[in-house]
């Protein structure tokens, strides 16, 4: 039985009480309504909850179909998710962060290849595939780097002409960190290691040591990451730590919200993070007038035509489990939220750019960023971390960047981490 596998793979996290970022549904309607069908969302992105709510309770006033919105805390979306899909009244739709995270909910997932959604896909790229069913649809396409408040970096005597590699970064980094008392400012936002922020190094930052040794290697995924440019990392890593607006042995008391503060307060340069950000820093009285997003770059590649790390890791999921007139209903919403000028309003503006034939254009800068960087022949960074084997091996790698940082662990820790974990972890997952 279904129910009886996940059980098995999340007792632990079912018996847990979930904490929520946010909840909410729409005021209308009832479970009979809208021919009995209604959506509950488990939302994957804090940062997007209120959006969620406002366009749940707007679909809701137009159509009469209930629509409940809630969005687990960061960090802890697959232990809410185990503990929901359970309940009688589980989520009718979910997310799964690509082949490694639909592993564990396969059985689960409705088969979308014949449903109105799938038909608004730009390609077929964009679904997931659980043999010759599609488990799940691509619902936004993001970038992250190194957002850059551009004002502060021409006060230090820079622009972003001047940062074309990790050299470049280095220099800029240290000379702003050498001057900071009289610049008023350092050169990075504190690197949070507590479950609000660490995503953005166990997983965002360790992309990129794992794309240059995928790309040398010309493959898309491994049972065994050699760890060729974990050299690099720490490199990039340590830029990060020494040069921020806390000292190292903080970091795990740090917060992503400390971090986004410390940026749109004028306290640091640079903050390594996603498109996904824009529409935050801008309500925090930013404009794009001293705002831009350039590459991370470690040392590795060719670094003068690298973009932005661009893709996806987010998929939406219907719940097969769900009944008949629940199904239809979260597929209504969501083709509603992928065709109407409200739903790709939304989208545009909160999630990033949608890979849908009636995808409204976006205002993000950081989305402008990436496109003018690939009009000019650069070359994105494409998302691998859908590859990495587990939610504990980025945990473990994470834990030893930590104690790196603190100073109660060594740099050989977060190699055994990456290495040995990557292939603990794969063959964990795969046995």
Same mark, same amino acid.
């Given at each position: 039985?279904?129910?009886?596998?996940?059980?098995?793979?999340?007792?632990?996290?079912?018996?847990?009480?979930?904490?929520?970022?946010?909840? +909410?549904?729409?005021?209308?309607?009832?479970?009979?309504?809208?021919? +009995?069908?209604?959506?509950?969302?488990?939302?994957?992105?804090? !940062? $997007?909850?209120?959006?969620?709510?406002?366009?749940?309770?707007?679909?809701?006033?137009?159509?009469?179909?209930? *629509?409940?919105?809630?969005?687990?805390?960061?960090?802890?979306?697959?232990?809410?998710?185990?503990?929901?899909? *359970?309940?009688? !009244?589980?989520?009718?739709?979910?997310?799964?962060?690509?082949?490694?995270?639909?592993?564990?909910?396969?059985?689960?997932? =409705?088969?979308?290849?014949?449903?109105?959604?799938?038909?608004?896909?730009?390609?077929?790229?964009?679904?997931?595939?659980? %043999?010759?069913?599609?488990?799940?649809? $691509?619902?936004?396409?993001?970038? =992250?780097?190194?957002?850059?408040?551009?004002?502060?970096? !021409?006060?230090?005597?820079?622009?972003?002409?001047?940062?074309?590699?990790?050299?470049?970064?280095?220099?800029?980094?240290?000379?702003?960190?050498?001057?900071?008392?009289?610049?008023?400012?350092? $050169?990075?936002?504190?690197?949070?290691?507590?479950?609000?922020?660490?995503?953005?190094?166990?997983?965002?930052?360790?992309?990129?040591?794992?794309?240059? %040794?995928?790309?040398?290697?010309?493959?898309?995924?491994?049972?065994?990451?050699? +760890?060729? =440019?974990?050299?690099?990392?720490?490199?990039?890593?340590?830029?990060?730590?020494?040069?921020?607006?806390?000292?190292?042995?903080?970091? $795990?008391?740090?917060?992503?919200?400390?971090?986004?503060?410390?940026?749109?307060?004028?306290?640091?340069?640079?903050?390594?993070?996603?498109?996904?950000?824009?529409?935050?820093?801008?309500?925090k009285g930013m404009t794009d007038d001293e705002l831009a997003m350039i590459p991370i770059y470690i040392g590795a590649g060719d670094e003068a035509n690298q973009g932005l790390c661009t893709g996806t890791e987010n998929y939406w999921c219907v719940n097969s489990?769900?009944? !008949?007139?629940?199904?239809?209903?979260?597929?209504?919403?969501?083709?509603?939220?992928?065709?109407?000028?409200?739903?790709?309003?939304?989208?545009?503006?909160?999630?990033?750019?949608?890979?849908?034939?009636?995808?409204?254009?976006?205002?993000?800068?950081?989305?402008?960023?990436?496109?003018? =960087?690939?009009?000019?022949?650069?070359?994105?960074?494409?998302?691998?971390?859908?590859?990495?084997?587990?939610?504990?091996?980025?945990?473990?790698?994470?834990?030893?960047?930590?104690?790196?940082?603190?100073?109660?662990?060594?740099?050989?820790?977060?190699?055994?981490?990456f290495v040995d974990g990557w292939a603990s972890e794969y063959a964990a997952a795969n046995n």
């Amino acid at each position: 039985m279904k129910r009886k596998k996940v059980l098995a793979l999340g007792l632990i996290a079912m018996m847990a009480a979930a904490t929520f970022a946010g909840c +909410g549904s729409s005021a209308s309607g009832d479970s009979d309504s809208a021919e +009995g069908g209604k959506v509950y969302y488990l939302n994957f992105k804090p !940062e $997007a909850d209120q959006a969620w709510q406002d366009i749940a309770k707007q679909y809701t006033e137009e159509t009469g179909v209930p *629509v409940t919105v809630i969005t687990a805390a960061s960090g802890t979306y697959e232990e809410t998710l185990s503990s929901e899909i *359970v309940k009688d !009244e589980a989520p009718t739709l979910f997310q799964v962060n690509g082949p490694v995270g639909l592993a564990n909910w396969a059985d689960y997932c =409705y088969d979308l290849k014949d449903s109105s959604l799938y038909k608004e896909l730009t390609s077929d790229s964009f679904a997931l595939y659980n %043999e010759d069913q599609v488990a799940g649809i $691509a619902y936004v396409i993001e970038s =992250y780097g190194i957002i850059t408040n551009t004002k502060l970096l !021409e006060q230090a005597g820079y622009t972003t002409d001047d940062i074309q590699s990790f050299d470049d970064l280095k220099k800029v980094a240290e000379d702003i960190t050498a001057r900071s008392s009289e610049l008023g400012f350092s $050169a990075f936002t504190s690197a949070g290691m507590d479950g609000s922020s660490d995503w953005r190094f166990k997983t965002h930052l360790a992309n990129l040591p794992i794309y240059f %040794e995928y790309q040398d290697k010309k493959i898309d995924t491994t049972d065994a990451i050699e +760890g060729k =440019y974990l050299d690099n990392y720490k490199n990039i890593w340590d830029l990060y730590i020494n040069n921020a607006t806390c000292k190292p042995a903080d970091l $795990a008391g740090k917060t992503g919200d400390d971090a986004e503060n410390e940026f749109a307060e004028g306290k640091a340069v640079f903050f390594q993070n996603g498109s996904w950000e824009y529409k935050n820093l801008t309500d925090k009285g930013m404009t794009d007038d001293e705002l831009a997003m350039i590459p991370i770059y470690i040392g590795a590649g060719d670094e003068a035509n690298q973009g932005l790390c661009t893709g996806t890791e987010n998929y939406w999921c219907v719940n097969s489990e769900a009944s !008949e007139e629940d199904i239809q209903a979260t597929i209504d919403f969501l083709t509603w939220m992928v065709t109407s000028d409200a739903g790709t309003k939304m989208l545009s503006e909160n999630i990033g750019v949608i890979p849908f034939k009636n995808a409204a254009d976006t205002n993000n800068l950081f989305v402008l960023n990436d496109r003018a =960087y690939t009009e000019a022949g650069k070359t994105p960074v494409s998302w691998n971390f859908t590859t990495m084997p587990s939610e504990e091996w980025k945990n473990g790698v994470g834990s030893a960047l930590t104690a790196y940082a603190a100073g109660t662990g060594s740099w050989d820790d977060v190699v055994t981490a990456f290495v040995d974990g990557w292939a603990s972890e794969y063959a964990a997952a795969n046995n």
